[in-house]
């Protein structure tokens, strides 16, 4: 039986070589410089970070994020589900504020990158474009570029 997505918005990965660390400052949190996470996903709706302590669910957060071609500033999100996985915990974040620009620049960035897997599961050899929104996020050597290579 095919699972249904019950997700409002697509999400990317953050592509594991870059690795990007964000800040999470939790209300409910006694730690108040914030709890260091790394981030998996991201969507217009929200994203999922690894963190090393639990995060209560329903606590709401502050969260600044900046990415090759993409700066969040000031976020509020609130955490909506926190799952242990070997000593590490999978935290769901649900943004609730976000502004209209930033959503629809990662939408973009969502959609750009779907639209290449598909070109790559096609067997397309032209599928990398610099004014694709996702490309400084991405590292597929098939697209003819590195990390090295970007500038």
Known sequence: MVKKERRKHPRFPIISDLVEPVMLKVSSCEIKEGVPGIMLD?????MVVITFIPLQEGSLLELTINLPGL???KAEGKIVR????AGTYAVGIGFFKLS???KEKI???AKDFHHCKIRQLNGEKNIC???CSYYLLCSQ???G???KNKK
């Open 42 to 46: 991201l969507s217009a709706g929200g």
């Open 71 to 73: 700066k969040i500033e």
């Open 82 to 85: 926190v799952e242990e996985k």
């Open 100 to 102: 209209k620009k930033v």
């Open 107 to 109: 939408k973009q960035m």
């Open 129 to 131: 474009f610099k004014e």
């Open 141 to 143: 050597t098939i697209k």
């Open 145 to 147: 570029h590195t990390k």
